[in-house]
């Protein structure tokens, strides 16, 4: 870079450079010194910052570890899995591998290291059910149900603030799904139906009258009601689930939980969630298996709009049931059948709890309805054989 000057003319090198400008300028020392000693300070500081987050990440994994009580758990019968490794079964919980969405939180397919799948509940950071200040024992509980017809608990997560639940993987979707998405050939069958009812409600009555102390789901829809890879029932999501001691019947909520359509309207009027809640639970998922229409759903008759619900209780006492059962060519002996049902679930959905029936009761009822129906439908298949060889024997 050069400048006339009176009778001469003088150069300088570029900044960052030095030497005679009229013949060769090098870079300067500083130009190499002070960039090299800022990357070192950067690349240092860089190292720092990643030992410490990790370290901070540690840390806080084994603060989350020791608060929901790790070292009692890992003790137990129960798998432990880490933060890292859930994470990278599941894609980073990608939605892609989302299999459903509630209050409690997600639910993320994930594939083991050992190639086994499995079901991933991750909470949302808050949840009420921790308010409840009883959650650890709450999971020891759900830890040792051990039911056919019962999602299984394979094992748990207890480094993050809230344990993330690692449970069986069930294939074939929920209830919810197979009545109004899928189109479902399952349920055109009644004798599906009837199977499903009893297995849901062999469920109920197990964690009722078999869990010491007696567990209150609190949430019975189609929704949690999966169907595994032979179509078997698998009640699922213990999010809202409470447990009664020996000395009470009922537990008084501070806050309405539940989903609209299937809370008991006692429950919804005082507070008070007792087992003959989930009684009417189930006898709305009874309602559905029967009508094929969801519980907010509402039917027009007269130019009058009346819920479902109402509607299939006055069916019922009117004897006017086929006007609302969805079921394609049912032949008389299934009609007998599902008014007794319908029956069933009239009487479960009586507005005053004690007066509903007990779940153990419900389940005889329609184990009783099912047996009947199997026996009725291998006589009418040995009469229908006994006369084609009857007719062969002629011919």
């Known amino acids: 870079m050069c400048k006339n000057e009176p009778g001469k003319y003088t150069c300088r090198c570029p900044f960052g450079m030095q030497g005679n400008a009229l013949e060769r300028c090098q870079i300067s020392r500083w130009v190499t010194i002070v960039p090299a000693t800022i990357g070192g300070a950067l690349f240092i500081m860089f190292v720092c910052t990643l030992v410490f ?3 901070q990440r540690r840390r ?6 020791h608060r929901n009580r790790g070292e009692l758990l890992k003790h137990q019968r129960i798998q432990i899995f880490t933060e890292t490794e859930l994470a990278k079964s599941t894609s980073n919980y990608d939605d892609s591998n989302k299999l459903g969405e509630g209050g409690f939180g997600s639910v993320y397919k994930a594939r083991l290291a050992g190639g086994s799948v499995v079901a991933v509940k991750k909470p949302r950071d808050v949840h009420k059910s921790l308010i409840k200040g009883d959650f650890q024992h709450e999971l020891q509980i759900v830890m040792q149900l051990n039911h056919k017809n019962v999602v299984k608990l394979h094992g748990i997560c207890l ?19 197979h009545i109004y998405q899928n189109a479902s050939t399952i349920l055109r069958l009644w004798k599906n139906r009837l199977r499903i009812a009893v297995e849901a409600a062999l469920a109920l009555e197990y964690m009722h009258s078999c869990a010491d102390p007696p567990i209150i789901h609190g949430d019975i829809k189609s929704v949690n009601i999966l169907l595994d890879q032979n179509y078997s029932v698998k009640v699922s999501d213990f999010g809202l689930s409470v447990l009664i001691s020996p000395n009470h019947s009922h537990i008084v909520t501070n806050e309405i939980q539940g989903t609209l359509g299937y809370m008991d309207p006692e429950y919804l009027t005082t507070g008070m969630l007792t087992i003959k809640s989930d009684v009417y639970s189930f006898g709305v998922v009874l309602v559905e298996l029967l009508t094929g229409k969801k519980p907010t759903s509402f039917i027009t008759k007269s130019e009058e709009s009346i819920n479902i619900i109402h509607y299939f209780i006055s069916s019922v006492k009117d004897k006017t049931l086929s006007d609302v059962i969805n079921l394609d060519a049912a032949s008389e002996d299934e009609m007998e059948r599902v008014g007794m049902v319908a029956e069933i679930a009239m009487k479960c959905l009586d507005p005053s709890g004690a007066r509903r029936p007990a779940m153990r009761e419900v389940a005889e009822q329609l184990a009783r309805i099912n047996r009947e129906f199997d026996s009725s439908t291998v006589e009418e298949n040995n009469e229908e054989t006994e006369t084609v060889q009857g007719r062969l024997i002629e011919g």
């Open 60 to 65: 806080i994994k084994e603060k989350n570890f």
């Open 53 to 55: 987050t990790k370290w």
């Open 159 to 177: 480094e993050t603030r809230i344990p993330l639940l690692v449970y069986e993987y069930v294939s074939n979707g929920t209830l919810f799904q």
